[in-house]
């Protein structure tokens, strides 16, 4: 477990629809350049979860701390003003703008006489591909003409952008072919050097276990626990998230059963 | 990082490169270009068919002054659309704000402050604006906060206020309106003289230029690629010709002499040997003056990003923070502002309101839009592109009555232009993906 104060922790949070726990008591934090898995199978409230912390949900319970103290987030805009930024699965582009006016969708630059500053914008957003995919060069054109990973590329210089200390990734390579997996999983690994906290959701547990320092596992709205990575085998992982237990609880017998 | 590669350009990309290269040096929208080119096709198409008689200053004027009402909503039905919604009240918000101006300017306010009062036509103009805009407000609220589909919200508005319009007078005609007021009709009086026009010529060929020269500046102060030098000077020199000529058409546009002569007299000006010039109407310095005033919201502004962005993805723009529905509540008092003007222009060139004022407008404004490029998906449409697109309308209008068919066969040529220039649209992106 590292060390210090987390840069963020989700302490007991809740929230139900119409009565079913979506998310049930689950307590997760979080360390700079760290990253930290979240998965589960569907319908396990890792989204929802998260999205507590983006802004994009209330939570009926719980409390929220950044840097050991307690805040309020309310709004998409709260959580991006705490340097909590989300890259969504779907991507969240507008697909008919350019590159730079996504990147900057919300917190437009403007000049002094409150028009646009698309100059500024794209300027800033070269800035911010040259560190990011030095290859892109499509800054002028509608998204919707990029390809995968030039999309994924954008909605990541979105949140990086504003120098964000938190990000958090909601199966970011799932629309990818495989180059473009590796790709971003690079610039995971650079943004973790860089310092940033990486709460990553994915399905993919070989994508989890190559990326993350530790992984959260919950099942039906509930956290089964958090392991380091370097303790468990992805087998053991597994019986977390199917039949939610803990590797010091799981027996031979049903390791064996998963394995199938 | 380095030994990764990205996806290569798509083909059609490198492609374009070569084939277009020079209308990807002007970076000209391709879109706009092809509608330029359509209506002059169009215009010089009649004036064949009519030996040249539609071609004839006097035909070129009223054909502009009568797309005026129609190409002025049609930039707030385009934003409209390009958010994903749709206003079919637009007509009859027409018709309600018509009768309003009438009945201020014909009956409330010469009793109140006598027929002359030099603000009559303002306070008529304030009131007809704010009632536009508070129409459009309430709709937009019922459309954004409530979350009713705005067909159904328009729809009910059509006929709320066609209805409506009909009560404030019980369908009778109101005339007359103000004389300062009737000036926003058009006509000699109606417009701006001569030396005003060309004024107005010269000004706009300096501010195409600062334009230039602007947009030039700021991509050098960022080092980013330039249009080559030539391209600068051939799309300035092209477009400030061209400017030059819609004025010297305008200025060709005589008044009648006997009208002339009353007017010499009234007004101690002296009556050159071709006759007297009228110049630009006033109801066409309208459109171009709404025509600046909404490309710079809907391409230089915050509020007009968004409304393209809610019309891309409306998730990811709420998601970015921005006030959806905040937004749209705007664009339908944007729209209901529009169509306060455009109802002072209808209402200033009959002198008067009709009970069928704007009637049909929703139809004619939303296949303006349509026509100039707006696409029904959301997020995509062009202000300049509206109005070429009701300026085409216009002149198909125009050209087939002026060779004597009748309205309906106009109708039907309408109709089908509509459906070819969609159909036009739909194959070219369809083969852009």
Known sequence: MPEGVPLVELRNMSVSFGGVHAVNDVTVDLYPGEIVGLVGGNGAGKSTLIKTLSGAQKPDSGEIFIDGKPVAIHSPMDAKNLGVETIYQTLALADNIDAPANVFLGRELMTPVRTLDDSAMEDATRKVMKRLNPRFDNFKVAVESLSGGQRQSVAIAKAVQFNARILIMDEPTAALGPAETEVVRGLMRQLKEEGIGIFLISHDIHDVFDLADRISVMLQGKLVGTVNKADVTMDEVLAMIIIGKLPEEVTETELEQLRG | MTRLSTAPPAQGEVEEGSRRGLLKALEIDLRVFGMVIALVVIVIGFGFLTDGRFLQPVNMVNLAVQSVSVAVIATGMTMIIVSRNIDLSVGSIVGVVGMIYAVLMARVLPDLLGFDHPLLWVIALAAGLGLGALIGGVQGYIVAYIGVPSFVVTLGGLLIFRGATWLVTRGVTISPVDPTFQLLGGGPRGSIGGPASWVVGGLSCLAIVALLASGRRQRVRFGFPLRPMWAEALIGTVSSLAVLGLVWLFN??????????????????????????????????????????????????????????????????????????????????????????????????????????????????????????????????????????????????????????????????????????????????????
């Open chain 2, 252 to 433: 060709s546009y005589k008044w009648p002499p006997a009208l002339a002569e009353r007017h010499a007299a009234e007004t101690g000006v002296a009556i050159p040997p071709g006759g007297l010039a009228a110049g630009i109407p006033w109801p066409v310095v309208l459109l171009l003056a709404v025509t600046l005033v909404m490309s710079f919201v809907a391409t230089r502004r915050r509020f007009g990003r968004y409304v393209f962005a809610i019309g891309g993805n409306p998730e990811a723009s709420e998601l970015a923070g921005i006030n959806t529905k905040r937004t749209v509540m705007k664009t339908f008092i944007l729209i209901g502002l529009l169509c306060a003007i455009s109802s002072a222009v209808a209402t200033a060139r009959l002198d008067g309101a009709t009970l069928d004022l704007g009637e049909g407008y929703e139809l004619y404004v939303i296949a303006a839009s349509v026509i100039g490029g707006t696409s029904f998906a959301g997020g995509i449409g062009t202000i300049p592109g509206a109005v070429l697109g009701a300026l085409v309308m216009s002149s198909l209008a125009y050209g087939l009555s002026f060779m004597g068919l009748s309205s309906p066969i106009q109708d039907i040529f309408a109709g089908i232009v509509l459906i070819i220039a969609v159909a036009f649209d739909t194959i070219n992106r369809r083969r852009k993906t």
